[in-house]
């Protein structure tokens, strides 16, 4: 297995200056699913719309320098993973019905290992927590309500990825979080509340934005 900080170039997409890397525990892995039904048959589809939102989206625009990476283990086909490149992605809008339907469309596509590039920016393959541990650059970062407050970290290696772990709206599993912390350079929250995923996501560019502007 290849360093996680060594060059690889199936995954183009990795490269983004911020990752958020949001691990799914019932999200569906086949597209069989409604845009009706988001928040139940589709296995909390719409918490991952609104991740792909926080982590891209800005008023009018698109966050170029950042990738949002979905670890799909719902059934019934995992594992999958779903990666949308701010750089690249087209037709992304502010609603989830919208964004799952972008979604929808990837799981579309048969893939033997991957990644294949379902429409522009929005990539899918058989990858898992391991495997995307193993190819990411940069520092890793667990978000985590019992980490330190990110408003406590003096320095960010601004001209290193940035690489954002989170889960969905259910708790890490221990191995996950076990995988995940072994690797990981510091174990941070976003504030003394518990926050849902998607607005994790929103506190850490804001943090980060306001840092870069000094």
């Known amino acids: 297995m290849s360093s996680r900080h ?17 691990l799914s525990h019932r ?8 845009l009706n039904d988001l928040c139940g048959a589709a296995g909390r589809w719409d918490v991952l719309a609104r991740c792909i939102g926080s982590a891209l989206l800005i008023s ?3 966050r170029e320098d950042s990738a949002v990476h979905l670890l799909l283990s719902g059934e019934p086909d995992p594992p999958k993973t779903v990666s949308v490149l701010g750089s690249r992605v087209r037709y992304l809008n502010p609603d989830e019905r919208s964004t799952a339907a972008l979604m ?3 799981l579309e596509m048969s893939i033997s290992d991957g990644p294949i590039e379902s429409t522009p920016g929005i990539y899918v393959s058989r990858m898992d927590l ?5 190819l990411l650059k940069g520092k890793i970062v667990l978000l985590d309500e019992g980490g330190i407050d990110i408003m406590c970290v003096p320095d960010w290696p601004m001209g290193a990825p940035l690489n954002f772990f989170l ?8 191995e996950e979080k076990s995988a995940i912390e072994g690797v990981s ?4 929250s976003v504030g003394p509340v518990v926050l849902q995923s998607q607005q994790a996501i929103d506190a850490v560019h804001n943090h980060l934005d306001r840092y870069e502007r000094g």
Do not use: C
């Open 6 to 22: 060594g060059e690889n170039e199936m995954l183009p997409y990795s490269h983004a200056r911020r990752n958020f890397i949001v």
């Open 27 to 34: 999200a569906r892995t086949a597209p069989d699913f409604t």
């Open 60 to 62: 009018h625009g698109i």
């Open 104 to 106: 929808k469309k990837a």
């Open 130 to 134: 391991s495997g995307l541990i193993d």
């Open 167 to 174: 889960s969905d709206d259910r708790e890490f599993s221990d």
């Open 185 to 188: 350079d510091m174990t941070l």
